[in-house]
């Protein structure tokens, strides 16, 4: 998606996880935002214009050899520049201030209090409005601290022992110890607009109504008179995909559901049935002992997730040739996929399978990804305006791996059909709450344990659950079920699975677990 005319935060990469939820909440609230890797040139920053640049946390430490730094110059263009975590560090570094590594890290929420500072300019950026000057709570992860501010530069707020914001007003450069994007922190949606609105003194010209008409012409203009391959799992963002692409090209479109059998219960029949109603060619193709054969002894989750990226376009490539060679390959593939399969500056937690396992030699010659700019609430408001139904566009995430990465260990013919059902009780007893999680799921572990079932011994592997309170799937907490919810689950599962005989329920949340176990 190009938004080259929209007021754009940039969003400097240093490896932080939370980066895309820096962005999404700039978006959110109604500002453009793009990320970019942190060694991105001032030419390209100049090119961009950005009303405002936000650097982010990161791993590393600034007196590491190896570590990421940036264009001091950066802070001499008068753009606003805020920096989070890592990127107050950066900050302080670069323009002579001290970072070292704190005796303790803070980890968790903290108590951070603003200065009481007649001097300081005000509004400073964490210090207004009626409430503000008060303590509040803000979510700090780090190790390192700025023990003194560069010259020119205020401290506006510390913890209980350290350095928690500074900032030079007159030069429109900021600080924060602590995380204002995730919503652990008391305002820190507050301290965002702030930045954005009165600092950046941006207008908020970023909205969707457009987005579907601007996209379907940048679609006809990529695809012309070509013939497109969408590969559609049946999930939210390929069938927005697939509803956008039949909008622009409709005689030009094939989508292929490749049902590498790892969907849950009864779900490739679902997909088919939808999808077979719909006035669009629709195929399905049938792969299940394929890719069983593939993933034969693989027990890595990053290699299972590659062999299944490439399989999958393998049998796009066979479907197209068979269809009279078609050039272009159609993905659902949206902005949180590339940013953390194609990390530069941060460790890469999980590939996609659309985007880091695509294999080198494809034959096609163009993608076609008119979803890869925005975030998964993006998408559903983009299907909400395509008119699809409640039910599609709301759907919790399923990852493309599908079954295949909540089995532990290899996959089997015999562990599909354990996880699959007992991934269906899970799904109907959670399904009936009135107040469902944002996605809940069974694991089939490969740790056996003892049991006992109609008095003989049984050593059978563990089943988790795992259902998780979430808005963005990049932290969550785990949802607080009844114990009468838990306790139905498990003995539905034991007495209805035969090869299972314990059930346990994961509590924890993300960070430090992910939502998936692979
Ligand atoms: P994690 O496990 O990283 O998951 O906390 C965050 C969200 O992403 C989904 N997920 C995937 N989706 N391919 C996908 O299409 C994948 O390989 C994949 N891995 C995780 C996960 O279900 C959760 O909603």
Not at 168 to 182: A, D, I, M, R, S
Not at 369 to 378: A, H, I, M, T, V
Not at 425 to 442: D, M, S
């Amino acid at each position: 998606m190009s938004e080259i005319n929209k007021e754009t935060i940039l969003v400097i990469d240093f490896g932080g996880q939370y980066k895309e939820l820096i962005a999404r909440s700039v978006r959110t609230n109604g500002v453009y935002s793009q990320i970019v890797s942190s060694d991105i040139s001032l030419d390209e920053i100049k090119l961009i214009n950005p009303k405002g640049i936000i650097l982010t946390g990161g791993p590393k430490s600034v007196y590491d050899d190896n570590t990421i730094k940036c264009d001091k110059k950066i802070f001499e263009i008068g753009i606003p520049v805020l920096g989070i975590c890592y990127g107050m560090q950066l900050m302080s570094y670069c323009l002579g201030g001290k970072v070292k590594k704190g005796a303790v890290g803070e980890y968790g929420i903290v108590n951070v209090i603003p200065t009481d500072n007649k001097k300081l300019p005000n509004p400073t950026l964490i210090s207004l409005g009626k409430e503000w000057g008060r303590p509040f709570r803000a979510l700090m992860s780090h190790k390192d601290i700025v023990t003194q501010c560069p010259p020119g530069f205020s401290i506006t707020a510390f913890s209980e022992n350290n350095i928690a914001a500074i900032e030079n007003n007159q030069k429109k450069l900021y600080g924060v110890q602590f995380h204002p994007e995730t919503s652990h922190t008391e305002f820190g949606n507050e301290i965002m607009r702030h930045f954005l609105y009165v600092i950046c003194g941006a207008k908020g010209d970023y909205h969707l109504d457009d987005y579907i008409d601007r996209e379907i012409e940048n679609i006809k203009k990529a695809v012309g008179k070509n013939r497109v391959l969408l590969g559609l799992s049946g999930g939210v963002d390929s069938s927005v995909c697939a509803s956008l692409l039949s909008r622009a090209i409709p005689n030009q479109l094939t989508c292929v559901f490749v049902d590498h059998g790892f969907m849950r219960l009864g779900e490739g029949h679902e997909i088919e049935r939808i999808f077979s109603k719909k006035k669009m060619n629709f195929i399905r193709v049938n792969t299940k002992e394929r890719f069983l054969c593939k993933l034969k002894g693989i027990i890595d989750p990053e290699q299972k997730r590659k062999v299944i990226g490439e399989e999958f376009i393998r049998v796009f490539e066979e479907e197209a040739l068979k269809l009279g060679d078609i050039p272009f390959l159609a993905q659902g593939t949206i902005y949180p996929d590339i940013v953390e399969s194609g990390d530069s500056a941060g460790a890469v937690i999980k590939s996609h399978h659309n985007v880091g396992c695509l294999p080198k030699n494809m034959k096609f010659s163009k993608l076609i990804e008119p979803l890869s700019g925005l975030f998964k609430d993006e998408v559903r408001i983009v299907g909400r305006k395509l008119g699809l139904p409640k039910s599609l566009v709301e759907r919790q995430p399923f990852p493309g791996p599908g079954l295949a990465i909540r089995i532990i260990g290899e996959i089997t013919n015999e562990k599909l059909d354990v996880l699959s059902k007992v991934d269906a009780i899970v799904r109907e007893e959670i399904g009936r709450l009135k107040t469902k999680p944002n996605q809940y799921f069974a694991v089939l572990t490969n740790t056996p344990s003892v049991g006992v079932k109609g008095d003989a011994r049984t050593y059978d592997p563990v089943v988790a659950i795992r259902a998780v309170i979430t808005s963005d799937f990049m932290t969550c907490e785990y949802a607080t079920l009844s114990h009468k919810v838990l306790g139905k689950i498990s003995n539905r599962i034991t007495s209805e699975v035969s090869s299972i005989s314990r059930v346990v329920y994961d509590i924890t949340g993300k960070p430090p677990a992910t939502i998936e176990w692979e």
